[in-house]
């Protein structure tokens, strides 16, 4: 009896803990929602998995989940760019899950050329945009819309239809060009008109030589790598996105009114002596810009459908844009369409591809601006009742017509479009359990062609002056003629790589690349022209093919065509040991059709270090405040064969004057150019110090860059000394030049309370561009924009060369006392003695400053409250000039600009305005007058947003609805008195200079994203 109780309790104890056992070893259902603990936004595909199982699921798109599981267990929560989490059921049936995305930039996965990298692993300089971030600006091309948004890269947007930006990553290297390459999935490419804004996932710009470098010979200017958009894991979505804008000018060039005209026109005239002008039949006052400018209509659309499951995945994209321009009548129209196609064969194999469609249509500005500039405004626009056009005043009748006219005469004489087609189809094998092999072809083929016509004049009025009355004219010498061009542009790619990526034992990491690629690209391009001497062809389109006019009638033709190879094989290693030392080391050989086969081939590499100095054991006094440090450096060398044409090693003829002998003329052919046999590749060598920092809880990031990038042997051309003969134009390699610089960027990301979050980012940058020299025992300079723009040595790359003005001269005692030209009369310009010998001679031109901005910066705030959000961002540069090119013209009289209300007229009136005197050459000669600072601060977009709450919009089965209203480019401040501060830096050697440049307008746009 005695033993039976003793066992009762042990007994007893044994059931209770075989029922607890049992009740939590027991599957309970568990639900919960995951959000992002900083944005406060729901996260789905999140990972959910039960601990030590493969028991798992996924968040759906409203961040929920549920899952079955022992009472027991423990849930593991993982999401790219966040920190997993690990939280024990206990028996709970609702666990919401917060996940920090601390680690997000650092656990982001961008692109290093022939693979992908996380950001915390790089030892380069390379900074990524969100697609997200990129869809908020109202663009037909995507790289405008990171203007101010990443530091080292300069863009330059035009107002132009269609048009595409200028990029510059880290100055100017070269004295050719200084574009980047792009790589759209790994297609390398020249420029990306063909993709559509809404369809990016991640842009990453590789702006250190050490990036670059695995893309040989075409990487040298920096990549941008741009990913599109793929199908999330598991899910069929549908999204539409939709926006309307009307762009409007909001500053224009300030010139006189007709009263104003008549001022300072009458002054000039007295000035010269000269009788005064008869203004009675010159009543009008018009102000040409506002006619020929309008607001106009831009319209943006985006179809997206997407589908992923276990073995394939599926995109499909469609976008339409359409541009009216600020110009009257100016228009583009963009249509788009992609198609991505991956399929799992199994776990090993997969194959897939995509195919990009691309049609383009535009009607070009039949008007430059800069007639609405210099048209005289007494003139009105068309004669009451006949409705003729009035001509200009005879002063400028010959040079400057009708804008009104003009864009009348030309509108819908042109018709412009084009095809482009590109694609890749790939094979991918897994094999030996850490290799994977991949072969991609790509291919990209363009087709361009344009038709123009040009009609007859139309009849016009002459406004009666003096003795001369009103009268009618049609000028009867003018013929209708046809024009016509036909492009073709024909690029093939492959690339075969390799890739081992291991987690080896005790902390070690080793990831291998390897592979070979070839590029071929070959153009055709023809055009002609034809004037009927005899017949008029009619205006309509369907005849305006060459065909239309007899070939015995005057005619121009023209074809060229092109045809190059590269080939290239490379490697690159990275290594990390316990994720805080790291080592990424390139090499690659790449070979150029362009050189000459003894210099077709080079070879060239780069290597990184990096250093995770907060995960050291040392650090953790630190932790509080400093969240992760990480230090890194790296050097690169890489071949750049950017700017040089096919063949120049090579001597070509072109034809040359003509000989008469007897009865017979006979042709002459001379050199094109002198080649230089030994041409070859530029070298340019970069070094890369860095440091990234997060601080106060990851809220505050501060990333700091230093670089110094050497080009070697620039490629480019000149005429030898002593000749003014383009046929001894000399292409070589030719001198050193440097750019060193730093970027800053800042950020800081922050909740208030539960409902409201912000970030802050800004960027700045400062590159210095100097030539250390130009030629080996001569030294040579080179010329833009007629000598105004320089290249020499220890100088910036096209500086600005010119008079320096100190005042006007007031009167002859100013003359006497001050240096001056012979010719120079009082209310002349009065410019610096340079080199001091008493007299102002070319000798004293001297340097005035640069087109190119040393100064970049962006701002951008955004704001979360509940279901809205607002952004506000802004972007400048600073300490470059701008050469109002426009103000020197003086081949006719020209409307007056408000600055000549102020000019010299008697000692004293003015000391920087010269005399309203159109004879004094010595007063448009190129110097500091005709310079204005470029500094310049734009508000560049603000924008407010507002998404339907989810369990409103899910009950019609939609996932979110997002409305929004922006404005962007609302206001700059600057002192430039162009249409827009932007500095004009497509030509290298010849920037800076505003010559009627296309206003870059204020957009106000309303907009739907709708995802289903």
Same mark, same amino acid.
């Given at each position: ?23 939590f070893?027991q ?25 030590g ?17 022992p ?42 050329g ?17 697609g ?7 663009v037909t091309?995507p ?21 595409s930006?200028?990029?510059?990553i880290r ?8 574009d ?22 991640t ?11 695995i ?11 741009i990913?599109?958009?793929?199908a ?5 979505t ?53 006619l ?9 659309n985006?179809?997206?459908v ?10 499909f ?18 249509y788009?369409?992609?198609l991505t196609?991956?399929?799992?064969l ?41 409705g003729l056009?009035?001509?200009?005043p ?8 009708n ?36 072969s ?5 083929l ?6 123009s ?11 009666g ?14 013929r209708?003629?046809?024009s016509?061009s036909a ?12 890739t081992?990526?291991?987690?080896l034992?005790n ?5 291998v ?32 093919? @060459? ?11 023209s ?7 590269q ?19 390139t ?6 059709s362009?050189?000459?086969p003894?210099n ?9 270090l ?32 950017n ?5 120049l090693y090579?001597?070509t ?17 001379k050199y094109?150019y002198?080649?230089?046999?030994n ?28 670089y110094n990038?050497?080009s ?7 005429v ?6 383009q ?11 440097t ?8 950020g ?15 960027n ?10 130009l030629?080996?025992?001569?030294e ?22 010119g ?11 100013? @003359?006497?006392?001050?240096?001056h030209f012979?010719?120079?009369l ?24 640069t ?11 955004? @704001?979360?409250?509940k279901g ?14 701008i050469?109002?090119?426009?103000r ?34 010595n ?10 600072p ?10 407010l ?8 919009v ?57 995802t289903?």
């Amino acid at each position: 009896m005695k033993g039976i109780f003793t066992k009762t309790p042990v007994l007893i104890a044994f059931c209770c803990l075989l029922f607890i056992t049992s009740v939590f070893a027991q599957n309970t259902t568990v639900t919960g929602v995951v959000t992002d603990g900083l944005a406060r936004v729901s996260l789905p595909g999140t990972s959910v998995v039960v601990k030590g199982t493969t028991n798992g699921t996924q968040t759906d798109v409203n961040g929920k989940y549920t899952i079955s599981a022992p009472a027991n267990a423990i849930l593991v929560f993982t999401s790219i760019g966040y920190d997993k989490q690990e939280i024990a059921i206990s028996g709970k049936t609702e666990i919401n899950v917060t996940l920090t995305s601390t680690t997000q930039q650092l656990n982001q996965v961008v692109v290093v050329g022939y693979g992908t990298q996380r950001k915390r692993d790089l030892t380069g300089a390379i900074s990524s945009v969100k697609g997200e971030d990129i869809s908020k600006f109202t663009v037909t091309n995507p790289i405008a819309a990171l203007q101010g948004n990443v530091a080292g890269l300069s863009i330059v947007n035009s107002g132009t239809p269609g048009a595409s930006p200028v990029v510059r990553i880290r100055g100017i290297a070269s004295t050719t060009t200084a574009d980047p390459l792009y790589v759209v999935d790994g297609l390398l490419q020249t420029n990306i008109d063909f993709l559509n804004p809404n369809d990016i996932e991640t842009i990453d710009l590789l702006k250190d030589a050490s990036s670059t470098a695995i893309y040989g010979l075409r990487g040298a200017n920096g990549v941008i790598a741009i990913t599109t958009k793929r199908a999330a894991k598991g899910k069929t979505t549908v999204s539409f996105q939709t926006n309307v804008g009307i762009q409007h000018v909001n500053n224009k060039i300030d010139v006189v009114d007709a009263n104003g005209f008549k001022k300072l026109y009458s002054a000039q005239l007295a000035n010269l002596n000269a009788a005064p002008f008869d203004y009675t039949n010159y009543t009008a006052n018009t102000n040409w810009q506002d006619l020929i400018l309008q607001n106009a209509v831009i319209n943006t659309n985006n179809l997206t459908v997407s589908n992923n499951n276990d073995k394939s995945t599926t995109v499909f994209n469609v976008g339409y844009s359409n541009q009216d321009g600020v110009v009257k009548y100016g228009n583009y129209k963009k249509y788009l369409v992609r198609l991505t196609e991956e399929i799992k064969l199994n776990n090993n194999i997969k194959v897939g591809g995509s195919v990009n469609g691309f049609r383009w249509t535009q009607d070009p500005t039949a008007v430059g601006l800069n007639a609405g500039v210099y048209a005289a405004p007494i003139v009105g626009v068309q004669q009451p009742g006949t409705g003729l056009y009035y001509t200009m005043p005879s002063f400028q009748r010959a040079q400057v017509g009708n804008p009104l006219y003009a864009i009348d005469r030309g509108r819908g004489n042109s018709i412009n479009g084009g095809y482009r087609i590109n694609g890749n189809v790939f094979a991918e094998v897994r094999f030996l359990k850490d290799f994977v092999f991949r072969s991609t072809f790509y291919t990209d083929l363009g087709f361009n062609n344009a038709r123009s016509y040009s009609g007859l004049p139309y009849t016009v009025v002459n406004l009666g002056e003096g003795t001369t009355p009103t009268a009618t004219f049609f000028d009867n010498t003018v013929r209708t003629s046809v024009s016509q061009s036909a492009n073709e542009y024909r690029n093939f790619q492959q690339d075969h790589v390799v890739t081992y990526d291991k987690d080896l034992a005790n902390g070690h990491r080793l990831s291998v690349t390897a592979g070979f690629t070839t590029f071929h690209t070959s153009s055709t391009l023809l055009s002609g022209s034809r004037t009927d001497t005899t017949l008029n062809v009619p205006f309509n389109s369907d005849l305006w093919y @060459l065909n239309i006019i007899n070939a015995n009638n005057p005619v121009s033709n023209s074809g060229s065509g092109t045809l190059e190879t590269q080939a290239g094989g490379f490697a690159r290693a990275s290594y990390a040991y316990k994720n805080k030392y790291l080592v990424n080391a390139t090499i690659r050989r790449d070979g150029s059709s362009r050189f000459a086969p003894q210099n077709r081939w080079g070879t060239f590499g780069s290597v990184g270090l990096g250093w995770v100095a907060s995960d050291e054991d040392f650090f953790k006094k630190f932790a509080p405040a400093i969240d992760y440090m990480k230090f890194r450096a790296s050097f690169g060398k890489q071949g750049n064969q950017n700017g040089v044409q096919p063949n120049l090693y090579q001597q070509t003829l072109t034809t040359a004057s003509t000989a008469v002998f007897g009865d017979n003329v006979y042709p002459a052919i001379k050199y094109a150019y002198r080649p230089d046999s030994n041409l070859h590749w530029e070298t340019v060598t970069g070094i890369d110090v860095g440091m990234e920092l997060r601080l106060l809880r990851n809220r505050l990031t501060v990333d700091v860059g230093l670089y110094n990038k050497t080009s070697d042997g620039i490629l480019t051309s000149f005429v030898l000394p002593g000749s003014a003969d383009q046929s001894q134009r000399y292409y070589t390699n030719l001198g050193k030049v440097t750019n060193k610089g730093i970027e800053v960027n800042l950020g800081w990301s922050d909740n208030i309370g539960k409902d409201f979050s912000y970030r802050i980012n800004t960027n700045f940058s400062y590159n210095k561009n100097v030539v250390n020299s130009l030629g080996n025992s001569t030294e040579f300079k080179l010329l833009g924009n007629g000598g105004n723009n320089v290249t020499e040595s220890s100088q910036s790359i096209g500086y600005f060369y010119g008079y320096k003005q100190v005042g006007i001269y007031q009167s002859t005692a100013d @003359l006497t006392n001050q240096p001056h030209f012979s010719n120079s009369l009082p209310g002349d310009i009065a410019y610096a003695d340079i080199n001091g010998d008493g007299q102002i001679t070319t000798a004293d031109r001297t340097y005035l400053g640069t087109p190119f901005p040393p100064y970049s910066y962006g701002l951008s705030v955004s @704001l979360g409250y509940k279901g809205f959000d607002a952004l506000l961002s802004g972007q400048g540069v600073a300490g470059n000039k701008i050469w109002l090119q426009r103000r020197t013209a003086n081949f006719a009289v020209l409307n007056y600009e408000s600055n000549r209300l102020n000019a010299w007229t008697a000692p004293g009136t003015s000391n920087v305005e010269p005399i309203l005197d159109n004879s004094r050459g010595n007063n448009y000669l190129f110097s500091s007058y005709y310079l204005e600072p470029g500094d310049y601060f734009r508000l560049r977009n603000i924008q407010l947003g507002y998404s339907l709450p989810i369990n409103v919009v899910s009950k019609i089965g939609i996932q979110r609805i997002r409305v929004f209203v922006s404005g962007e480019n609302l206001k700059v401040w600057t002192k430039a008195t162009g249409y827009s501060p932007e500095p004009q830096l497509g030509d290298i050697l010849g920037a800076g200079a505003d010559n009627g440049t296309y206003p870059v307008p204020a957009i106000y746009t309303v907009g739907v994203n709708v995802t289903f």
